[in-house]
């Protein structure tokens, strides 16, 4: 799926001329359907989406009242999985970006981006499933490199299947077992890594040179 007027999005910021500034660098590539100034308004919102207003993307800040980013995208992982979510903050430190890619974010851009790696952004969150700048892969490769947790053949068997975008019942097939036993397979891994979401196992597997695009 490439970027087009198709697409549906969110803002979600408390400054007005941030949103604003994000429409403008948008136009024509984008369809902002919410816009939103806490997660509480975007959540009361989100309720009156009409069906052909439904989200694809949030671009989602961190420092809100009443309601900020951590909150905000918890609930959304909690309640829409599938929703995809950029981070798009002034917040560039490790604690934050960790926490944020923990609780399920796809991409963590800097409000300091430029129009071309925002694309890039949108892009890669959409077509691929996560995007993480240079400066935040950096991050999580130290953190992984201090306490990164031993794969047997068997995981990273499943996590180079999984990769390639298989059924759960394709997989069972090649590794030579049952559904179930993938589901469990899958749920440690996710659980060992401490990752929540698939598209953050494939980010692993990529930065640690399991899988290659």
């Given amino acids: 799926m490439r970027i087009n007027s198709n697409l549906n999005i969110a803002v979600v910021d408390d400054h007005q001329i941030i949103i604003d500034g994000i429409r403008l660098l948008l136009r024509d590539k984008v369809n902002i359907v919410l816009e939103a100034h806490n997660g509480l308004d975007f959540c009361k919102k989100l309720k009156h989406l009409k069906p052909d207003e439904q989200l694809d993307l949030v671009l989602l800040d961190v420092g809100m009242p009443i309601m900020d980013g951590f909150e905000t995208l918890d609930w959304i992982k909690k309640n829409y999985p599938s929703l995809k979510v950029i981070i798009l903050t002034m917040h560039n430190s490790t604690e934050s970006v960790l926490r944020m890619i923990e609780l399920g974010a796809?991409?963590?851009?800097?409000?300091?981006?430029?129009?071309?790696?925002?694309?890039?952004?949108?892009?890669?969150?959409?077509?691929?499933?996560?995007?993480?700048?240079?400066?935040?892969?950096?991050?999580?490769?130290?953190?992984?490199?201090?306490?990164?947790?031993?794969?047997?053949?068997?995981?990273i068997e499943y996590i180079k299947l999984a990769a390639s975008d298989l059924t759960s019942k394709e997989i069972a097939s090649k590794m030579g077992v049952g559904v179930r036993t993938v589901e469990g397979v899958k749920s440690f891994i996710l659980s060992k890594l401490n990752i929540r979401t698939s598209s953050g196992l494939i980010a692993y597997a990529i930065r640690n040179n399991l899988i290659n695009f």
């Fill in 106 to 155: 796809d991409g963590y851009m800097l409000k300091s981006t430029n129009k071309v790696e925002l694309l890039n952004a949108l892009n890669g969150v959409i077509n691929l499933g996560s995007y993480y700048p240079n400066w935040v892969s950096e991050i999580l490769a130290k953190q992984f490199r201090k306490n990164t947790p031993t794969l047997n053949e068997r995981e």
